[in-house]
């Protein structure tokens, strides 16, 4: 740590920082566009008529959606 003028002590540089948040925010979209995307190919492949399982596809589909705005977002800041 390093202190800088004003007296507040610097842990990380900033451009560590940012990365750390751009992989922290990238690894976790990732990971939750894969989870959602399995659940999705499951629940597509049970009955249609079981309102259920039509939940379990909404709720996949918002999941993908949020997961791309995370991923597009963190490509978005960077290019």
């Given at each position: 740590?390093?202190?800088?003028r004003?007296?507040?002590?610097?842990?990380?540089?900033?451009?560590?920082?940012?990365w750390?948040?751009?992989?922290?925010?990238?690894?976790?979209?990732?990971?939750?566009?894969i989870v959602?995307?399995?659940?999705?190919r499951?629940?597509?492949?049970a009955?249609?008529?079981?309102?259920?399982?039509r939940?379990?596809?909404f709720?996949?589909?918002?999941?993908?959606?949020v997961?791309?705005?995370?991923?597009?977002?963190?490509v978005?800041?960077?290019?």
């Amino acid at each position: 740590a390093r202190a800088r003028r004003g007296g507040g002590l610097v842990m990380v540089s900033h451009a560590t920082y940012i990365w750390f948040v751009t992989l922290m925010t990238g690894g976790v979209a990732g990971a939750w566009m894969i989870v959602d995307s399995v659940r999705l190919r499951r629940a597509l492949r049970a009955d249609p008529a079981d309102p259920a399982f039509r939940d379990r596809i909404f709720g996949s589909v918002i999941g993908l959606l949020v997961s791309l705005v995370g991923l597009v977002g963190v490509v978005a800041y960077h290019v």
